[in-house]
Structures are given as C-alpha cells and as structure tokens.
C-alpha cells in the first residue's frame, strides 16, 4: 500500500507525521513525506522519501513573521500562506497519488480532502491538537474568539456558528471555492466546522483524558494518544550538556518553540528569574538568537530532543504547543505556559484543567510574575 503523508505547518506539526509515517514504513508500506524542505533533514534521517511543497525561505519567511503570531492578524496571516499551497499541492497528489494510495494529511492539507471528492481517492485527516475540532460542547479557547463555557449549550453553539461563517469562513471560502470552482466541485461552507474533516476519518494524535471526544465533533473520529516523536532516534545529549545536567540541581527547562518572540527579552527574563531563584537552565533558542553569554547557571541549545531533556529537568517554561506539553506530561513536570497564538491558548487551558501547568499571559511576563509562578 502507498501511503502519502502531507504535513503542512511547524516543527510541532510536521515530527508527529514522522513518527507515523516510520511506524507505517516499519509495517512494510510505501510512504511518501510531502513537506517543506525546511524539514528534510527530519525527514530523510528518519529514512522516508520527501517530496518538497513549497521551499525553506517561504517556510522561514512565515515563521518570523511577527503578524503570524499576534492574535489580531494571526489566523489571516496563517491563511495568507496555507491558501498559497492550495494549486501547489493539487499538482502534486495529481502526479504523485493514485490506485492503491491512502493520503494521511494535517489540517492544512485541503488538496487531500478535494481529490478525495473528486477522484474518490481515501483520505484520513489528522488533527494534531483538538482546537482544530470547533465544539460547542467544549468550545475551544482562543486569544479572540472565546465563547464561554458556562454559557446555555443553544448560545454557544449560535456563537460559534457565527464566527466560523462571519470571521473564518470569510477568510478562507473565497480562494478555496475559486480552486473548487476550477475543478469542477461546489461551493463549500463551514470550511474548517465541517468541511475540512474527512468522511471517511478523522484521526486526534492525543488521548481522550486530554480531549475527550465531543458528540459535536465529526462522526469519525479515533483517538491515538499522544506521538511523543522527536528526533531521539538520530541524536543524542552531548557531552557538555551531559556535564552540565550532572553538575548539580536539575534545571529549569525553557522554549518558545517555534513562535516569533523577541528572545533577547524573553531570555533575559528568563535569565532573571534563575537568578533570584538560584536555580539552573537551559535555553532552547533559535541558531539566530543573538543572546548575550549567560552564567554557569544556564546552557543554550537550539535544538534537543525533548523526551531525553525533560527526564532531567525540574521543569518546563514554553509556548503551550501540543508536542513539547505532552513530551512533560509524559516526564510529569511541571508546566508553565506562556502562548501566543494559535491552539497555544487551548493547550494551556486543558493543562491547566489538569493541574499541571499554569499560564502567564504576555502581557504581563515580567521576573517579578515568572517568580510568583515558579516558586
């Protein structure tokens, strides 16, 4: 069986499609990774074929656009680049799929779903996180568009329905039904409600306690539990962060992930907070991070895998993406979430529930605050 993965997104999007599609190849199927060569080297390590959308400078382009991650612009500037790869990708399942073939796409991957309507190619759409899944059962929690869950059932749901046909489908229907229009297909609504889930399966790469499945959401929907994929399999801790994590009291883990943040700011603060507290960290920073040297106190990284990080961490100060939580619900360590943008702020609202993380909202991340919820 071929079956053709397409991952459209960020690092938190595309290593659980990897850790898939290796168990799939390891099944003795024909895999196929369609991602941005920003990934290949993900991709090729794990042995599986890439098959390029789009290229590196778009991808970094997008990523440090601080648009992308303020939650006034963020789901326009999103859209702005994901409808960019609507023609890109139908050229490719077109060349690249057929007889025989299963497409497994993110929630991106809109080409899947319509050759999956016209050709009746089979298609599995995976959810990451359960933002994604727009409930009025358990609405999800946005930076913008809350709808309150103590409200009657009747008046969320009203609510919700009028911010997906006003503000989403408003944004994605035009360019989306103009692509459709071109293939032959009608006029869609409630574009990322309904639309957007395949009929033929939905798949949640996390567990039911985090997320249980709503009665709103799709017909078809499995759960698979958390991924808990990085790239362990091909790197390891090196030699002097192995020094530094047995040189004294685990240290206090810190990541914005993938998110656009002014790291000299965060980092300093960060840098503070230890200091007060006279504990130890360790930064994961982007490689054009221009961060001043720190202490002994702290280490910088760019990238280490999480799930042999964490087990010597005393906790974890990131973002709210879906991959990093669960790699420390995994170790259970404590959390502290600052997100941003995008399911960073239902991610830190479902930890919380579980009483394992708090969340710091920007606006007021200062040393003073970090302290008040590390202490």
Known sequence: MHIFIIAIGSAGDVHPFVGMARSFAAEGHRVSFCTNPAFEDVVTSAGLPIVPLGTADEYHRAMNDPALWDPRTSFRVLWKTMSSFLRPLLEILHREVGEGTIMVGSLW???????QEKYGIPYVSVQVSPSTFLSAKLPPVHKRFVVPAWWPYRLRAVLLWAIERVVLDSVCG??????????????????????VHSPQGVLGLFPDWFAPIQTDWPAKVSLSGFPLYDRSASQTLDEELITFLLAGQKPVVFTPGSTHV????????????????????????????????????????????????????????????????????????????????????DNAARLERLGCSRTLRRAVWSARRFLNQLL
Not at 109 to 115: Q, T
Not at 174 to 195: I, S
Not at 318 to 325: K, P
């Open 109 to 115: 991957a809109f080409g899947a779903r319509m050759m």
């Open 262 to 345: 002014d790291e000299l700011t965060y980092f300093g603060v960060a840098n503070d907070s230890l200091r007060r507290l006279g504990e130890r960290g360790i930064f994961l920073a982007k490689r054009s991070a221009k961060l001043p040297p720190f202490g002994t106190n702290i280490l910088v990284r760019e990238y280490v895998p999480l799930s042999l990080l964490l087990q010597h961490a005393k906790a974890l100060v990131h973002h709210g993406g879906i991959g990093t939580a669960s790699h420390a619900l995994a170790q259970g360590i404590p959390q502290l979430v600052i997100p941003f943008a995008h399911d960073q702020f």
């Open 174 to 195: 035009p360019e989306l039904n103009a692509v459709r229009k071109e293939m032959g297909l009608p006029r869609v609504k409630h574009v990322l409600g309904q639309w």
